[in-house]
Nanobody, 119 residues
Framework: QVQLVESGGGLVQPGGSLRLSCTAS????????MDWYRQAPGKQRELVAH???????NYADSVKGRFTISRDNAKNTVYLQMNSLKPGDTAVYYC?????????????WGQGTQVTVSS
């Protein structure tokens, strides 16, 4: 029912920056939690940034001080600003929207966008 479309990935040199975007098909961001994950080939998907509908934010230790998650509820868009990128940040990045209610959980994923950090 909820469609997420991601964009903003690409090839960047170490130390460079990228901003990823994830836009939802409906006005859901005011009540949904929004997260960013990443997955490199042969490795498990890992949570890199988390935000709740109430405004709480948390980051993985590996990206603290370099990545910033933010929302624009009027545009139904969540962003991941990535600065000081390292080769270890190379992965497919996914956004996730989820909301826990009585009887279960609503959870939606974007298609992913490739980020490659290389000189």
């Amino acid at each position: 029912q909820v469609q997420l479309v991601e964009s903003g990935g690409g090839l960047v040199q170490p130390g460079g920056s990228l901003r990823l975007s994830c836009t939802a098909s409906g006005s859901i961001f005011s009540i949904y939690n929004m997260d960013w994950y990443r997955q490199a080939p042969g490795k498990q998907r890992e949570l890199v940034a988390h935000s709740t509908s109430g405004g709480s934010i948390n980051y993985a230790d590996s990206v603290k001080g370099r990545f910033t998650i933010s929302r624009d509820n009027a545009k139904n868009t969540v962003y991941l600003q990535m600065n000081s990128l390292k080769p270890g940040d190379t992965a497919v990045y996914y956004c996730n929207a989820h909301r826990e209610v009585i009887g279960g959980t609503y959870s939606y994923w974007g298609q992913g966008t490739q980020v490659t950090v290389s000189s």
